[in-house]
């Protein structure tokens, strides 16, 4: 998760950077009446807002837990506010009073407590599933109405010169003479927010979770937005500030977290299915091809009479052959989806290690990343020449080794067996075989041996 760390460091040094650019420069400032741009920004926001509340609804149904339901709260609590305090005004032209202009900010505040709520409270599952959907939408609905009521009672209660004071001009500069109401507002909202990015990140780090990256990173500019909005206070719902520029940052980020973790989610459900399928193909494997080679090659020994020695042996090694290859077959079916290469290739020769008796030396590079294609062959390589090695060559031992080689990847096997001569006709199916799975992959294969001094098998690829 180093990247996310990155990135949200980068985000807040851009955000200071900016924030500083425009209290350095007044021109840079926003605070233009652009009502269709400004219109269309809010619109666009409001949906984002929705697509990640159901994108975050989707995640609690999959996995009841306290903070995703705070989490689903807060996006919930942030659409609704941006469409009915936000939107709405700016699509009806109502004129700034007290009540609009205190409200969204109010509710704003709420989403970030909700936020620093989600950050922090345990990854604890919920039992009654059903009952907390039920109560986390009655919280919404009731906190809402309760900032309505509450906004309206004090904003009535409001000197008339708090939006008398905040004047077109004063827009155009950092201006900190505003009422000490707003100045603690959002200074605790921006506060809020840093303290959900903290929490965001550490949460993305220890669980994995690329989603709640995206959410530190939006966290951050959401406290940069209050910022702004504390410097140079938005006193029209119809014009564009600087604060509303990090506000809809916000919502792109959030919205690309959001397309992120829909597709992690399919991506996930097809290897999901694709998972499910090979543990379906391992398990008709075992139970039918398999148990079929282990009742021939046990009646195998039971023929008896005229029938030909050499052709009897060829059938119980070719039906041995079968057998390991369909091991070899569920072995790999069954292994993880996400298993490093080195741990499975250590699995499947330790397995045909243990089965003919023989010590094993492996010495494995990790972090290696290859095609299945080449994964597959490599591991069919190794097993096949680990089984030779104990079957042909009487070695005790057998070392492995794996190495990156420039670009590509090395394979070796060797033994300190009986050995063979290579330039002898023939060599049986299992050469033949290594050969041509390196082929298949674009690699070569060499098999080097001296009578008496042992032999060697290396694949590179």
């Given at each position: ?350 397995e045909v290690s243990e089965r003919y008796h023989v010590e094993l030396d492996l010495d494995l590079t990790s972090g290696i990343r290859l ?91």
């Amino acid at each position: 998760m180093r990247g996310v760390r990155a990135a949200v460091a980068a985000t807040a040094i851009a955000s200071a950077v900016t924030s500083a650019a425009l209290a350095v420069i007044p021109q840079l400032h926003l605070a233009s009446p652009w009502q269709a741009e400004h219109l269309a920004l809010e619109t666009a926001a409001s949906v984002i807002a929705l697509l990640a509340c159901f994108l975050v609804f989707g995640r609690l149904r999959r996995r009841t837990r306290l903070n995703e339901l705070m989490l689903a709260c807060a996006l919930a609590v942030l659409a609704l506010s941006d469409l009915f305090l936000v939107t709405v005004p700016i699509v009806a032209g109502w004129a700034p009073d007290d009540l609009t202009v205190w409200a969204a900010p109010t509710a704003r505040s709420l989403v970030a407590l909700l936020f620093v709520l989600a950050a922090f409270v345990p990854n604890r599952r919920l039992r009654r599933s059903g009952l907390m959907l039920a109560a986390g939408a009655s919280g919404v609905t009731i906190a809402l109405l309760l900032t309505a009521v509450l906004v309206h009672t004090f904003a009535r209660r409001l000197p008339p010169q708090v939006i008398a004071s905040l004047t077109p001009a004063s827009s155009a500069r950092p201006d900190l003479h505003v009422h000490p109401v707003q100045l603690v507002l959002q200074l605790a909202v921006a506060v809020l927010y840093g303290l959900a990015t903290v929490g965001f990140l550490r949460r993305s780090r220890r669980l994995g979770d690329e989603f709640f990256g995206w959410l530190a990173i939006a966290g951050v500019l959401a406290a940069a937005s209050h910022v702004n909005y504390l410097l140079y206070p938005a006193i029209n719902s119809q014009s564009l500030y600087a604060g509303d520029a990090f506000r809809f940052a916000f919502y792109a980020v959030l919205f690309v977290g959001s397309m992120r973790e829909i597709w992690s989610y399919w991506r996930a459900l097809s290897q999901a299915a694709v998972l499910e399928e090979r543990q379906r193909i391992a398990c008709a494997l075992h139970d039918g091809l398999a148990q079929e080679l282990t009742y021939m090659a046990r009646h195998l020994d039971l023929l008896t009479g005229a029938v030909d020695e050499d052709n009897l042996v060829r059938l119980r090694r070719a039906v041995e052959r079968a057998q390991v290859e369909s091991r070899r077959a569920i072995s790999t079916l069954a292994a993880p989806s996400g298993q490093p290469f080195e741990v499975a290739l250590a699995d499947a020769v330790t397995e045909v290690s243990e089965r003919y008796h023989v010590e094993l030396d492996l010495d494995l590079t990790s972090g290696i990343r290859l095609s299945a294609a080449r994964r597959e062959a490599l591991v069919r390589i190794a097993c096949e020449a680990v089984t030779n090695a104990a079957r042909h060559s009487g070695a005790s031992r057998v070392s492995l080794g794996l190495k990156r080689d420039g670009s590509g990847v090395r394979l070796r096997i060797s033994d300190k067996g009986h050995g063979f001569d290579t330039a002898a006709p023939g060599g049986g199916f299992g050469l033949t075989s290594m050969r041509e799975r390196a082929r298949s992959v674009g690699g070569e294969l060499l098999v080097s041996s001296v009578p008496g001094h042992g032999s060697q098998v290396e694949v590179a690829v």
